[in-house]
């Protein structure tokens, strides 16, 4: 069974920055993503990373603002996020799954307890 635990997550003001982590007991060969929900709103997708390795993909919401990185040797990703906007205000998520496919849009078998994330003045 695969665990996730994010961090990182707080109150920020908008403009501002926060770096999320999720730790894991290793992801293998899956595919990993950042998910987030906002209260009242359908769970969406933010970043991914395919299992093979390939390019990460974003949002269109996030795009040039939210990074998303991965240290293999931690068994760690993390999600960069900067110019940080009230509409980002969310619970995040980390997911991992062994789907193959566009990884924002394939199904994810593992999720982390998630993380808040607040940008208000």
């Known amino acids: 069974q695969l665990r996730l635990v994010e961090s990182g997550g707080g109150l920020v003001q908008p403009g501002g920055s926060l770096r999320l982590s999720c730790a894991s007991s290793g992801f293998g060969y899956r595919s990993i993503g950042w998910f987030r929900q906002a209260p009242g709103k359908a769970r969406e997708g933010v970043s991914c990373?395919?299992?093979?390795?390939?390019?990460?993909n974003y949002a269109d919401s996030v795009k040039g603002r939210f990074t998303m990185t991965r240290d293999n040797a931690k068994n760690t990703v993390y999600l960069q996020m900067n110019s940080l906007k009230p509409e980002d205000t969310a619970v995040y998520y980390c997911a991992a799954t062994t789907s193959r496919g566009p990884c924002l849009r394939i199904p994810y078998d593992y999720w982390g307890q998630g993380t808040q994330v607040t940008v208000s003045s």
């Open positions: 990373v395919s299992s093979s390795g390939g390019t990460t």
